[in-house]
């Protein structure tokens, strides 16, 4: 499933804590697919705090605590690191990530606490929700095979990488432009990862969290051209980081942007690459004037060019960016109707 709609779901399986519908979920998929960051926004989108729980470096007593003993009877200390409505907050996320990882005798101590949300004594306050994460066994991570009782304590869910999700994302979070051009040249490449060719020797991998790598050597390297494509390899992978760094490289024959978003007349790249590297660049440059005076004459001036691309689809690629990012407000744009019509038939025989 698609990180935004992965996103709703747990935005909503949380809101459910309040009324009493909560079921824990399970989140699987293949290392730096963007697991833990999707339970962080949504924790981040409500305002309440995660604790983060990593199962696999615990012992079976870490999550029972230590007994004391109290006149004739035995008693337990609640760990300090559970949720605590008094500590943390009536409502949060307690996130069990790396549960696959968990040797069994781990695994099994969090039965009572994932069903029955208690320990012993201790109970998981009403408004938390529980969400876990963890690696399927062909994804060359240290798993074990989930216990059917425990699985049997969640819904599941498989995150697949998305390109128009992540899009989304790396927009919002200020990545680069030329790795999101990238990207959309080369789709294939926001995540390969191969267990059989990776057991071969090569280390790094294209995938959302390391394209994310990708973005912070190029903000140390971008000036030093001849570090940038082995920094970008120790990212992504060799293959992936030569080819990055070649098309960061051609970026320098770009058109002049500020005049597009002026209304200019400026003329389309006939090269595929560059344009992709364009519609990017003005995707992000509409995001960043959102609050600006004159946003909707910047968005109107970029919806214009969006018609002069030579591939059609390039334009529809850059409005649904801009969409994403702007919302409804970019059909209130004058020109967003006279774009619309230009595409009509591309858009229905799609």
Known sequence: MRPAQLSFILD????????????????WGPPGVGKSQ????????HQVPVVDIRLSQMEPSDLRGIPFRVGDHVEWATPTMLPDAVRHGPAGVLFLD?????PPAVSAAAYQLILDRRLGDYRVPDGWAIFAAGNRQGDRGVTYAMPAPLANRFSHYA??????????WAYANGIDEGLIAFLRFKPELLFDFDPAKN?????AFPSPRSWEFAHRALQKFGDHPELL?????ACV??????ECAAFIDSLDRLPDLAAICAGQDVAAPTEI???????????????????????????GNILDYAQKFPQREMGVMLVSDMHRGIGQALFAVPQFSGWANAVADLMLYE
């Open 12 to 27: 909503r399986e949380f809101q459910s804590t309040a009324a009493g519908h909560h079921t824990p979920v399970m989140l």
């Open 38 to 45: 999707i339970v962080a926004q949504v924790a981040a989108r």
């Open 98 to 102: 790396e549960i696959t990882s968990a």
């Open 159 to 168: 995150v697949d990488a998305h390109l128009d999700d992540w899009a989304a």
């Open 199 to 203: 057991a071969g020797g090569e280390l």
């Open 229 to 233: 494509a082995g920094a970008l390899a």
């Open 237 to 242: 992978g060799h293959a992936a980081g030569i």
């Open 273 to 299: 690459d560059l344009q992709y590297a364009v519609a990017a660049a003005l995707a992000g440059r509409a995001l960043r004037v959102k609050d600006a005076p004159d946003a909707k004459a910047v968005w």
